[in-house]
Nanobody, 123 residues
């Protein structure tokens, strides 16, 4: 069993930055692909980024490529999402997920989810 707790969300002006953290408990963290997803108001949950268990491979949605950076610290059982140059369209609840086997896995391949953290970007 893996439990995930996100933090770091908040209100920021367009062009600003935030760093999200996801603290995980459970013995599968260090061998699991980790992902970040988001759900904007009125929209489906969508993929943002994923990182392989060792941290050497990453994947990003086109909408965040070049602005967001995913990383992980297996010693701390934590995955991060550094978000720069934020735009109003990045406003969403951001979710951490675990349990997939590939950084290209679909949303349905993730077994564990956090409760989410709100990110609001004002124009």
């Amino acid at each position: 069993q893996v439990q995930l707790v996100e933090s770091g969300g908040g209100l920021v002006q367009a062009g600003g930055s935030l760093r999200l953290s996801c603290a995980a408990s459970g013995h599968t963290f260090s061998t699991s692909t980790m992902g970040w997803f988001r759900r904007a108001p009125g929209k489906e949950r969508e993929f943002v980024s994923a990182i392989s268990w060792g941290g050497s491979s990453t994947n990003y949605a086109n909408s965040v490529k070049g602005r967001f950076t995913i990383s992980r610290d297996n010693a701390k059982n934590t995955v991060y999402l550094q978000m720069n140059s934020l735009k109003p369209e990045d406003t969403a609840v951001y979710y951490c997920a675990a349990g997939a086997q590939s950084i290209y896995a679909t949303i349905h391949s993730y077994d564990y989810w956090g409760q989410g953290t709100q990110v609001t970007v004002s124009s």
